[in-house]
């Protein structure tokens, strides 16, 4: 198609800087002259993949190595697949406008279970067949990463290698064995037999799962010579690993429109509901010193007025007031607005907050998760009501006026009282901010709360727990929405309409695969956008396929069940979890990393908080 046609069906939808490509920093190659063609597939809209961080840091690190090229791939929206499907334009990448079916690797990154049927969206309008026994080149190759692999089974028929764990350095060694593969024309099975020996990658066509009469999983088994388990990678010193100095600079607004600097991975705290608190251990942290001049690069070679440093916990990090120091040495000077996102109530400062006053005015944001102590203690949430209120003090007598906190609902031994606990807790915080004789004069205080449904995760001490269904978490919602009576604090939560599913695959078997695929062939795609959910197309899906959501995410799991996932390991021990989830039912609570070692097994990487100078 030549460019004038291209260009004219692009005024025909909304958004046409979504496929437009071309920004500032994108990478253009001579496609002759690589040995390796990389399409880094986002299984969402522009504007959320070019938000997350992951796909810059590859991006980037793959188009620094002269033989690959690296391009973009975005999940269309409805009115351009419309535009795409009648037109018969196949998925391309950004960069070359090639289609991505003659690409070596195709590789999606699984941020969120509600994607699942993207994926096989974009495959199919690659024009390839969704499922990995239909493809039986060598290339293209579907691979993909993402916190969602660490529990893969429900994508295992149709993709045909996952990364577990960090990418930078597992990614590279399967890019070189593809390109010896491809130049003696080795076979496909023979390849993935070669990958599947590389730590931190998992080939589900090599595992044959098997099922009890009860239809809980008997064993997923290796062949082939296959690895019993499979390990995830891990970077192991932040300061050397790869990291950008430039992000493409989108054209449209996107959702985190500002460049971004990792602080360090993992997180000290343990928070029992919290899945990336546990699959990303153990803490690692970058110096000051690297962290302040890789986000001058950023900001000099973007042109943002803003950057936000990343992180599960941003006050944990141990070198925070030296950094703020450096980095308020340039931002104030050349006016860059810095956000520290991810803070905590119980190490949140004055000294901090001043830091913050430099570059920045807004509302503060925290997250109790829980309204009484004993759900806190539960959940290992480690915050008291004492460290709450005195956050919140110190925030109002500096001069704020606005907080907003997070919450789960749904929790594990969640009561009513402790719904009541939610809208007390908002309420007695603008009573604080009426009894200091310091507050700010002439704005009224305002407490938004946020209430997300908490989902049970594998890798977390919650993985055996039932998720409450959707009339439970409604019924819920409202007695929350009856128990606020304050006008100045405002709470909103998240639709339900999805949680069941995304429970379901979050904890399911590769049965869920045929479910995915009959609801994708049904029209089922954007599931976690509420304008395209169709829930009544996946209950037909589940009842053809003669299975069950309930079955997967609304059960109480024994310990002693064998798990979609017990065959990967991402450092965290069952043993552990169990141990967690017995101390979660007891109320008991477990110190952080850097107070005392809980034993949780992420020490066998040898690196990080774990072998930290106590």
Known sequence: MDEKEFERLLLSVQKPGRYSGGEINSVIKDKTQVDVRFAFCFPDTYEIGMSHLGMKILYSQFNSRDDIWCERVFAPWVDFEEVMRKNNIPLFALESRDSIKDFDFIGFTLQYEMCYTNVLNMLDLAGLPVRSADRQALSPLVVAGGPCCCNAEP?????????????????????????????????????????????????????????????????????????????????????????????VVPFIEIVHDRAVQEIFRGCIRGCRFCQAGFIYRPVREKSADTINRQARALCDNTGYDEISVSSLSTSDYTELEPLLNKMLCWTEKEHISLALPSLRVDNFSKELLEKINHVRKSGL????????????????????????????????????????????????????????????????????????????????PSVSISVSTFVPKPFTPFEFEPQIDKAEIERRQLYLKQCNTNRKVSISWHDSATSLLEGAFARGD???????????????????????????????????????????????????????WDHLDYGVTKKFLIAENERAHKAQTTPNCREKCAGCGAACYGEGVCFEKR
């Open 155 to 247: 994508l295992a028929d149709f993709v045909d290698l996952f990364f577990l764990g960090e990418g930078e350095e597992v990614d590279l060694e399967v890019i070189d064995l593809y390109k010896e593969f491809k130049k003696k024309g080795g076979s496909k099975q023979d390849f993935l037999r070669a990958a599947a020996e590389i730590e931190g990658v998992y080939v589900p066509s090599l595992y044959d799962a098997e099922y009890n009469e009860d239809s809980t999983v008997k064993a997923v088994m290796p062949k082939d010579g296959a690895p019993k388990t499979v390990k995830k990678r891990i970077i192991k010193d932040m300061d050397t690993v790869f990291y950008p100095d430039k992000f």
């Open 365 to 444: 944001t925290f997250a109790p998760e829980a309204g009484t102590q004993r759900l806190r203690d539960v959940i290992n949430k480690n915050v008291t009501e004492e460290e709450i209120f005195r956050t919140c003090r110190t925030a109002f007598e500096g001069g704020y006026t606005a907080v907003k906190l997070y919450f789960m609902l749904g929790l594990p031994t969640e009561t009513d009282e402790d719904l009541k606990g939610i809208a007390d807790l908002g309420s007695r915080i603008i009573d604080l901010f009426y009894s200091l004789p310091d507050r700010p004069k002439g704005k009224a």
């Open 510 to 564: 590769r049965r869920l695969g045929q479910v995915i695929e009959k609801a994708f062939k049904k029209g089922c795609k954007f599931d976690s956008w509420n304008e395209c959910f169709k829930p009544e197309l996946w209950e037909e899906a589940f009842a053809e396929c003669g299975l069950s959501p309930e079955f997967y995410a609304g059960r109480t799991r024994d310990y002693t069940e064998v798990n979609p």
